[in-house]
């Protein structure tokens, strides 16, 4: 477990999504003009779509996405072309409008049984992310959160996922009972920085319980156990996720 007192959590809230895309991509090209390449877990949702857009109308040149290798923390178990699928999302809303190499797409397959695939994708982040300590560590994981807790697809009534041994999880949908794959907490928490980035009062009071009251958060929900080795826990809110943040109301 991580030393809470150590925690570096830095909270940034934005008046709008277009400011909340701004900064983060800021802060990505700072990450980038460091390195010669850097390994993203993406996430799926409306708010990295809103990302995806704004990176897609960015000038050609202005991010070099040769450097940047792009896995996923999460995918639900369709077809690519199916309009559920986290990577058709991301392919239509960037990888189509950029010219990226496609070998710096690694998707996961969720066409294939997800027990298997699970245990296909765990392998291949072994083989193409370093390994510190016996455990893939992604320069950057993003996060979404859903209001029930739940993050990547480990949800609040499969919470013991968070702790599997291995590198991705076969994960169930509490309502529609669909299957997912996920990367597991011991990946999450592995990586040099992992991002949140939340938008909608619907969120509000899931973030409130989470980041003023972590102890009690993190036997309910998932999203409070990203505690990463790094201590470098970064949260992109807008102002309606923020709303109920004691001083923010």
């Known amino acids: 477990m991580v030393d809470k007192q150590n925690m570096i959590m830095e909270i940034q809230i934005f008046k709008t999504l277009q400011e909340l895309n701004q900064s983060f991509t800021e802060w990505l090209q700072e990450i980038l003009n460091k390195k010669e390449s850097i390994t993203i877990a993406l996430s799926g949702g409306s708010t ?6 704004f990176w897609s109308d ?8 040769t450097k940047i290798k792009f896995f996923w923390g999460d995918e639900r178990c ?3 072309t199916d309009a559920e ?3 058709k999302m991301t392919k239509e809303h960037l990888f189509d409008k950029i010219n990226i190499p496609q070998n710096n797409i690694f998707r996961i397959k969720g066409e294939n049984n997800p027990e298997n695939e699970a245990e296909v ?3 291949l982040l072994n083989q193409e992310i370093k390994v510190v300590n ?7 994981v993003i996060l979404g959160m859903g209001d029930d807790g739940h993050t990547a697809s480990i949800f609040p009534h499969e919470i013991e996922l968070w702790n599997s041994n291995n590198n991705c999880v076969a994960a169930t949908h509490p309502e529609t009972g669909q299957k997912r794959v996920s990367l597991t907490g011991k990946v999450i928490n592995a990586a040099n920085n992992v991002v949140f980035l939340v938008t909608g009062e619907n969120k509000a009071d899931k973030i409130r319980e989470i980041i003023e009251h972590p102890e009690e958060s993190e036997k309910k929900y998932p999203a409070a156990l990203a505690q990463p080795e790094s201590d470098n826990l970064l ?3 807008d102002e309606k ?3 109920k943040l004691t001083g923010n109301s």
């Open 58 to 65: 960015l000038p050609e040149g202005e991010i070099d996405w």
């Open 78 to 80: 369709v077809p690519p």
């Open 121 to 123: 994708y765990g392998d």
């Open 235 to 237: 949260w992109f809110l």
């Open 134 to 140: 016996g455990v893939p560590a992604f320069d950057i």
């Open 85 to 87: 699928s986290n990577y």
């Open 48 to 53: 990295p779509k809103s990302l995806f857009d």
């Open 241 to 243: 996720a923020a709303g």
